[in-house]
């Protein structure tokens, strides 16, 4: 079964807007996460990252927001611009393990 | 210094024949991921190396599907024989390792089978 997922196939937001991604996992081992971005005919790159320690991380316009007992971690994006437009990848891994299990993918559209 | 490159960019087969797609990648790293990118499953994992030694086979993938890794800087990941549920873009992806997770992908192959 699928260890990492985004329920959510596609977000439409308003420019300006807040953007919130998210991901559920099922591994409580996994202790890294992370969010990718990928444009079309594209190949992700990463966008942030953030280890089991801190709840919270901050860069930019992007916060990462983790819930380990909820086994959830979101992605919000704030005064998301026409250029946030991309498909969004949520990906997890386990200390000692370099192999990263990836989402599905949100596909986000920042309408202006 | 060079990203990961995947080569070819394009790659039209028929049915039945064997394809063999390459990867170089970024100087240095240590860890080489095959994936295969549909917009149904999202990115799954291939195979897996460590310095060369392989991690993971990627199960459901192992009868059709060999990867190798001569040397630590290429990779092939061979598909034998080819059906049409194949087509899909392959990405190669590589990273440090050893606590450098970020993973550096190439622009990926583009494989369509008839």
């Known amino acids: 079964g699928q260890q990492v997922k985004q329920s959510s196939p596609s977000l439409t937001v308003q420019e300006g807007g807040i953007s919130i991604l998210n991901c559920d996992y099922e591994n409580d081992m996994f202790d890294y996460f992370a969010w990718y971005k990928k444009y079309p005919d594209n190949s992700p790159t990463l966008l942030i990252s953030?280890?089991?320690?801190?709840d919270k991380r901050e860069d930019g316009r992007l916060t990462v927001f983790l819930n380990k007992s909820g086994k959830h971690f979101s992605l919000h994006i704030t005064a998301s611009q026409p250029e946030d437009t991309a498909v969004y990848l949520c990906a997890a891994a386990n200390y000692g393990n370099e192999k990263i299990t990836f989402g599905a993918g949100t596909k986000l559209t920042i309408k202006p | 210094d060079a990203g990961v490159t995947q080569t070819p960019r394009h790659e039209v087969a028929e049915k039945g024949q064997t394809i063999i797609l390459k990867c170089e990648p970024v100087s240095g790293h240590n860890d080489l991921f095959w994936y295969r990118q549909t917009k149904i499953q999202g990115l799954e994992l291939l195979s897996y190396f460590r310095s060369k030694s392989l991690m993971e086979d990627g199960g459901a993938f192992k009868d059709r599907f060999k990867a190798e890794m001569l040397n630590s800087s290429f990779s092939t990941l061979k598909i034998q024989p080819t059906e049409p549920k194949d087509s899909a873009v392959y990405l190669c992806?590589?990273?440090f390792g050893t606590g450098g997770r970020e993973q550096y992908f190439g622009p990926g192959t583009r494989l369509t089978v008839l």
């Open positions: 992806a590589s990273s």
């Open positions: 953030v280890r089991s320690n801190v």
